[in-house]
């Protein structure tokens, strides 16, 4: 397991990650898994072990109620301090309604994702959403696992307003929503 933080010591870093502008461009930072970018700051909170030598359906199972349990602990101090979360589903980020994969990327009539929402989608079917202070962010919980062999995540993402409006996700091809 990635050194396991605290529901506090999670709470400390999200708090800090609000608090901070972002940046002008993508930077890594040198202590944990942490980067940022414009309009984004994205955090890997707890991380299981991978899963390349060993894919056993119980071991796997443990990892995930782990990960589970401590985005439920943080989701409920997160609910208690902004409300009950929005559910978004990631899946319509992906395009996957479209024949080129990279849909959401390109330029034409299709939208592009801005980050953190490219980033989250190819881990996650969908995350936990509220709307903190100061206004014009969104904080984000997901879980997610890039591949069954690779390690599952509790990730912390904080974006501008503007990369997540309120209600269906992003407008497909001739403004239909996906």
């Keep these: 397991m990635h050194p396991a933080r605290s529901t506090r ?11 901070l502008p972002f940046p002008e461009r993508e930077e890594k930072w040198t202590e944990g898994d942490i980067w940022s970018g414009p309009g984004h700051h994205v ?12 894919r056993d359906e119980e071991i796997v199972e443990e990892a995930e109620q ?11 101090v997160l609910t208690g301090r902004w409300g009950e979360p929005e559910t978004v589903d ?7 309604d479209s ?6 990327r390109g330029g034409g009539p299709d939208p592009v994702v801005p980050e953190p929402m490219w980033f989250l989608c ?9 709307r ?7 904080l984000a919980l997901a879980i997610g696992q890039a591949d069954p062999e690779w390690p ?7 974006g501008e307003a503007s990369s997540l409006p309120a209600g269906p996700c992003p407008p497909g091809p001739a403004g239909t929503t996906s």
């Design 122 to 130: 190819g881990l996650a079917g969908g995350m936990s959403v509220w």
């Design 66 to 76: 782990e990960i589970e349990a401590a985005f439920g602990a943080l989701a409920a």
């Design 132 to 138: 903190p202070t100061p206004a014009g962010r969104w």
């Design 99 to 104: 024949t080129d994969p990279d849909r959401c």
């Design 9 to 19: 010591d999670q709470l400390t870093l999200i708090d800090h990650l609000n608090a």
């Design 90 to 96: 990631l899946s319509p980020y992906l395009g996957t």
């Design 152 to 158: 599952i995540q509790l990730l912390a993402a904080i």
């Design 43 to 54: 955090a890997v909170l707890l991380e299981s072990r991978d899963f390349w030598e060993e």
